[in-house]
């Protein structure tokens, strides 16, 4: 799954063209061919690779699949694949296969592109985190109510701009927790995160399982009395540790620890 944060354009597919915004999910299933075209030279994407397939939550769905009433988006808002066009072309077609974390180079001698039309229940489709209509309540309510995709090992929560708790002695920050069946990772897109302090758009923040955290020194008060947020970010919630690469430990920023000590606030590169 792929999310758009910068640019524009649409995905070429063996079934088709999907158009792509800022805010779009493209969820691409295993096996599908697809080539990206960008329309803009300032892009930003947000890869998220997955074993399982990558799906939409069981619980907002009907035992005939539909889309119950209750959910946070609905049918209306997928982007399904449009304007086949086949490509019926002999020559080298270079094709790039990952399998385990490899990359395999495969050179097709007839266009991947060929398909005058398909039928099934495998294809890919988009959905905007701009469609996702946040849940609320009197009080705080948990993260599942963020939720956008599952996957067999990690669940997709979309925080997008909402009206906060409306108990007229709400506390619209979340209450320090520990999560004890996920990591957390979070992906700032836009506006003011109203539990964190001095993120920036585009960071990635890593709290691991089962070690306490929550807002900033100061978010709290500062989220009294306010009514809405403006906040967008993309949770991925996996239910494994994560394993950390190199080339993220590089990036870290090594003091973020240090922003929860009263004293001593840095500012985030
Ligand atoms: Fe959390």
Known sequence: ??????????????????PFEYGD?????????????????QNRLLYIESFSPIEIPGRYRNQYGQMLEHAPFCERDFKLPKDLETHDEHGDFLVKIKKQGMIYPYVYATHPFDLVGWDGNHY???MSIFDFEPITGRV????????QFEAAGFVVCSFVPRLY??????????????????????YYVDGDFMSRNNIQ????TLHPGGIPHGPHPGAIERSIGKTSTEELAVMIDPFKPMKITEVAMNMEVE????????????VLA
């Open 140 to 147: 705080h309510l948990p993260p599942p109510i963020h939720q």
């Open 1 to 18: 799954m792929i999310f758009v944060h910068k640019g524009h354009g649409w995905v070429e597919t063996m079934y088709g063209q999907i």
């Open 124 to 126: 890919p489709w988009a």
């Open 25 to 41: 999910y493209i969820v691409i299933p295993r096996g599908t061919i697809y080539k990206i075209h960008f329309l803009t030279t």
């Open 255 to 266: 003091d973020y620890y240090k922003s929860w000590l009263e004293a001593e606030i840095p």
């Open 201 to 204: 758009k585009g960071q990635l």
């Open 165 to 186: 708790d409306y108990h007229p002695k709400s506390i619209p920050a979340p209450y320090h927790h520990s999560n004890i069946d996920s990591d957390e990772i979070l």
